[in-house]
Each structure stands twice: as C-alpha cells, then as structure tokens.
C-alpha cells in the first residue's frame, strides 16, 4: 500500500485547509483509514478515521466540530477538511492504513506539513 498526501500549507489562524491521501495498492473491508499529526519532539498523535467500506468516522476530541474525514472510495482518496484552524495545529499530518480507530497500522504517508499562524 502507497499512501501520498497533499494539501498542506501555512495559513492564518481561523482558517481552512483541506488535506489530501491518494491510496494506492490493495485495501480490505476492513480497513480503517486514519489521519495523525505529530510535532517535533511529540510522538504522533491520532486525529480521525474512517471506516473505508461503511463511512463511519471517528474524532479526537479536540477536533471535533472542526475537522471532517471523508473518503472517495472510487478515486481511493482520504480527505481531511480542516475548519476555524488553530496554531495548536500546526504539525506534520500524516495518513495511515490501519483495522481500528486511533490505532495506527504499518502504512504511513510521508506526511505533509501543516502551520498555523496566530
């Protein structure tokens, strides 16, 4: 499995950006696709997930209301629409292919760089 975001950028604080994951290779039903972000020096942290063939999706909580995971299972592509932007977001993202929720899998994207400024 090949997983390439894109999407990233500076923005200013309150703003939007929508990030971007082609996915490439052979997925399962039962994957769960996710997105994390890590800042230096930090371990990488879950953001959302999404269940590839049923759509449910899934949020730590100091995203929720702001950002949106969806997926076009006809062109394997992972969004992630980020809304009202904080600096306390600015992080490498990165997407993954995992089986569960907030457990990340082997696959990881190279990542994409994501700042916020206050």
């Known amino acids: 499995v090949q997983l390439v975001e894109s999407g990233g950028g500076l923005v200013q604080a309150g703003g939007s950006l929508r990030l971007s994951c082609a996915v490439s290779?052979?997925?399962?039903?039962?994957?769960?696709m996710g997105w994390f972000r890590q800042v230096p020096g930090m371990e990488r942290r879950y953001v959302a997930a999404?269940?590839?063939?049923?759509?449910?999706?899934f949020y730590t909580d100091s995203v929720k209301g702001r950002f949106t995971i969806s997926r076009d299972r006809a062109n394997n592509t992972l969004y992630l629409e980020m809304n009202s932007l904080y600096a306390e977001d600015t992080a490498v993202y990165y997407c993954?292919?995992?089986?569960?929720?907030?457990?990340?899998?082997?696959?990881w994207g190279q990542g994409i760089q994501v700042s916020v400024s206050s």
């Open positions: 999404i269940r590839w063939i049923r759509g449910s999706t």
């Open positions: 993954n292919v995992g089986s569960s929720p907030g457990t990340p899998g082997p696959f």
């Open positions: 290779g052979r997925t399962y039903s039962s994957d769960v």
